[in-house]
């Protein structure tokens, strides 16, 4: 979501804790899922586990793979740039309160002139005709105008409010960094390798599901989408188990 209106890192204690291979994805202990995106799928679905906010949301786009390389937005890149490219572990059983997620970033090239955006989702819902939950978004922007947000979203399409943020300032990303955001008893906090950049206390939202989204703003063609997203994700709810370890 566009804010006016509104890991590389060893793929988390997790994997190491599990003995999971990380190339494939991994259900954890404490209701957690971990994924490289070792498939090529338009939508995303992993063995029907994603849902998607073009297939099921309808008035917003899905997020698709390129196999062991990213996950990636099919955003239309025109109008108000609303139509973010969501999706979220909805189909993978039921999420507790407290969430994180975190992920990889894939990124070859950037348009500073515009709005793009990775993003993270916590406590999130997708039904037909609406969105709800939080986002927690992270410029994609080289330039020093960088910035991320907050946003919780309300349902229909457009209807959002961004709960903290702006925050500039803040390191340009680049590929490989680690992002992260969790909710802890209605705290919400965003990390980029390992450091508080953003945080918020909202209670709208308790359950839902995490996941990931991307947004190219209103003006980049939906050529530029597979530029940047994802190379890797993780979610969990267990307490104690939130924000993984960076190498940065």
């Known amino acids: 979501m566009r804010s006016s209106s509104k890991l590389s890192f060893t793929v988390l204690a997790a994997f190491i804790l599990s003995g999971c291979n990380a190339s494939s994805p991994a259900a954890l202990a404490n209701h957690s899922y971990s994924t490289n995106f070792p498939l090529t799928e338009n939508p995303i679905s992993e ?40 999706a979220v572990l ?6 507790g309160p407290n969430q994180s997620a975190s992920g990889i970033v894939y990124v070859t090239s950037v348009d500073n002139s515009d709005s793009q955006e990775v993003e993270l989702r916590l406590n999130t819902t997708i039904a037909a005709h609406s969105i709800t ?60 390798n390992g450091k508080v950049i953003n945080s918020v206390t909202d209670t709208t939202y308790t359950g839902g599901s995490p996941g990931i989204g991307t947004d190219l703003g209103g003006g980049d063609g939906s050529s530029t989408n597979g530029n940047f997203g994802f190379s890797s994700f993780s979610a969990s709810d267990a307490a104690g188990r939130i924000v993984p370890a960076s190498t940065k």
Request: proline share 2%.
């Open 47 to 86: 063995g029907g586990k994603w849902v998607n906010g073009g297939t099921t949301g309808l008035d917003w786009t899905n997020i698709r793979t390129t196999a062991n390389v990213e996950a990636y937005g099919t955003s239309s890149g025109s109008g108000m740039g609303y139509d973010d490219s969501t």
């Open 90 to 95: 909805q189909n993978y059983g039921t999420w």
């Open 133 to 192: 939950g939080y986002e927690c978004n992270y410029s994609m922007r080289t330039d020093g105008t960088q910035y991320s947000s907050i946003v919780r979203w309300n349902g229909a399409f457009g209807n959002f409010t961004r709960i903290a943020g702006p925050a500039t300032g803040i390191p340009a990303l680049a590929n490989g960094d680690t992002l992260a955001c969790q909710n802890v008893g209605g705290v919400i906090t965003m990390y980029h």
